[in-house]
């Protein structure tokens, strides 16, 4: 199997676009969404972003970018789960209109 990590270069200016990277793999982005997980579950150091796609670290800046960028995600994430959870507390009949 063919390892996202061998296809990626240092520094997010060297980013790959996801659907140029599942070319390159020969999978769906996906399907390469899943293996970067898989590769970053086993100790692979992927970075992302949205304007490039994804990169091997170049420094310990692009590091701490990184998890910034994926801490504030995380917390919009959670704000929109206690938002949606509290509508359907607040609903009687636990049915949203328009949902």
Excluded: H, W
């Excluded at 070319?23 to 972003?49: D, H, T």
């Excluded at 910034?68 to 917390?75: D, P, V, W, Y």
């Amino acid at each position: 199997m063919k390892r996202v990590i061998d296809f990626l270069t240092q520094g997010k200016e060297n980013a790959v676009p996801a659907d140029q990277l599942a070319a390159l793999i020969g999978k769906s982005v996906r399907e390469l969404q899943k293996q970067i997980a898989s590769e970053r579950r086993n100790g692979s150091v992927i970075l992302s972003c949205l304007e490039g796609g994804y990169y091997l670290p170049a420094s310990e800046f692009e590091i701490r970018e990184f998890i910034i960028t994926l801490q504030s995600r995380a917390e919009n994430t959670l704000i929109a789960i206690e938002s949606a959870k509290q509508a359907l507390a607040d609903s009687k009949e636990g049915d949203i209109d328009g949902c």
